[in-house]
């Protein structure tokens, strides 16, 4: 019974649940998932209800099985044969769509393109065409390295076209997170761009890529993109201009018909603290969940809705959610290369305008930048096409769900908080818009066919309260293995409750109506004097402060507690620290959590450091509450940011001494 206590106390989550909002009326009555129904449909024979997703797909041969699962080992539709870009292109230009819109393309610098199906497939297929006279075959890995440009999607469904197995890096990383992820993966062919633009500037990739060449002996062709327009060194032999390349291929290219087995892609995760992961997904099974959940949680409408899911190709949302799960079902899509605040702060809100977007997906780190920055810039735009929002990436908090709702969708759009990881591939948690009553901050129900679960410890089923995140059966888009290391992937994954059970590595709650709670990474947690709280809870309660627009929070040595609780704080707007401000912040934290919560230290900064994606790298602002030297910082968006906030933390320190 002690331990059972201990351990709520460990992971409660103690976000209050004060308000809730079902669907709007209007929005249900056009809905085309508005009955709960399909939830038990889904529930009575789940590998049933994943069939009836696979159907919608086009299939050169058909399964016999549905699902073999020998645990952890899964093979869905595996005797089944099809491409996951015949699925994304050609079936919907056969079927007369090929003038749609696949991408509305908007370049930093202002350029614009509107990409057809028909073009996608045209540059696909004569893209698919340069890899194999470059010697790329079925099973072959090819590296992408690249900025969000229209010829990066062609890259990825040329490699599904052929069987290539694509290994794409995000353009923001350094060339050694490229090395590491072409090495481990044996990979063939890199796919890179002479630049990409930054803050209006072009910084150079092709140049930084040739630094790291010579230790990649297997890599034979580098593919490069005129991105930029800057002096590029090629080569002779080795480079290729991918303008050059295309313009002579042949135009035509048959679609290769794969195992529903066959790896799709590799997709590796930070090495930020343990060897990169490289995250293995397969075609048939992948292609299923991805279409199935961005139809059902988008309430997608593919002849009407402008979707923009306002992520990087280069993390699994855009794999998922900008590429194969938009182009599978025909939507068209915004792709913008550029920064929510370039040239402005309301860039963004201008392109939601400017196309009549419908359906938005970010981040919350994202929401929470824009909150800072001020509802005057969203105010400038008229933002009514909107209709639905989703938020992705980490748990959202209260505060900034509300303001999402209230400002970005004019308190008439359902919000979508959605929760997955790279490794399942698929929305796993989510509201369904039509259908679910949403609380802020939850992500609600799991989504229909997938079974969830809090446990303890021991790994017994928490009906309420907090603890560990599970999945509890197998789902069509779930990672196979990690790329050359199976052993890791049990071990990893698969082991700690049975090897039936997935083990997702983040702490949850369960509230009494079975809503389900994210907190974040089980190692997101603070040691106070024995008593472990949240990170996320902490900064929800500081962030739920009137005058704060985003706060971090971090655990660092303390000789009388073990850890102290040091919270970083952004304020609205240009807004600066009052005297006394620290305790306001303390007795706040103290109302909403407790005394124990209450930050020791307090550091206000104009930003946080963050990775060119958004995230806010709290490993860096540890080495700066603990005084030790920074860690890695290629990642960062704006690496000044950490020296500011280190000058401030040392002119508080004299001033103290």
Known sequence: MAEATEEREDLEVLLREEETFSPPRD???????????????????????????????????????????????????????????????DRHVESGRGDRVAFHWIGEDGDRKDLTYADLLDSTKRFANVLKSLGVEKGDVVGIFMPMVPETPAAMLACARIGAIHNVVFGGFSVESVKER????????????????????????????????????QLEHVIVVKRAGTEAPMTEGRDVWWHEAVEQ??????????????????????GSTAKPKGILHTTGGYLTGVSATHKVVFDLKPEDDVYWCAADVGWVTGHSYIVYGPLCNGATSVLYEGAPDYPDKDRWWEIVEDLGVTIFYTAPTAIRACIKWGDRYPGKHDLSTLRLLGSVGEPIN???????HKVIGGERCPIVDTWWQTETGQIMITPLPGITETKPGSATNPFPGVEAAVVRKDGSIVEEGGGFLTLRRPWPAMARTLYGEDERYVETYWSK????????GDAAKVD??????????????????GHRMSTMEIESA???????????????????????IVAFVTLEGSAEEEDGFDDHIRSHVADKIGKLARPKRIIYADDLPKTRSGKIMRRLLKDIAEGRELGDVTTLRDPAVTEKIKEKVAAGQADEE
Request: with cysteine.
């Open 27 to 89: 929005f249900v009555e056009q809905a085309s998932f508005s009955d709960p129904s399909i939830y038990e449909e889904a529930e009575r024979d789940f590998e049933a209800w994943w069939e009836r997703w696979a159907r919608e797909l086009d299939w050169f041969e058909p399964w016999e099985t549905v699902l073999e699962w020998n645990a952890p080992w899964a093979k869905w539709f595996k005797e089944g044969k099809l491409n996951a870009s015949h699925n994304c292109l």
């Open 512 to 529: 009494h109506q079975g809503y389900f709670w994210i907190v974040g990474r089980v190692d997101d947690v603070i040691n106070v004097s």
């Open 497 to 504: 409750y049975g090897k039936d059970v997935y083990e997702v």
């Open 542 to 564: 500081i962030v739920s402060h009137e005058k704060v627009a985003e706060a971090a929070v971090v655990g660092a040595q303390d000789e009388d507690t073990g850890q102290a």
């Open 249 to 270: 291929a042949d135009a035509e290219c048959e679609a290769e018909p794969l195992d529903a087995e066959h790896p799709l892609y590799i997709l590796y995760t930070s």
């Open 398 to 404: 209260p505060r900034a769900w509300a303001w999402y």
């Open 182 to 217: 072409m090495k481990v993966s044996d990979a063939k062919v890199l796919v890179t761009a002479d630049a990409t633009l930054r803050r209006g500037e072009p910084t150079p990739m092709k140049e930084k890529v040739d630094g790291i060449l010579d230790e990649l002996p």
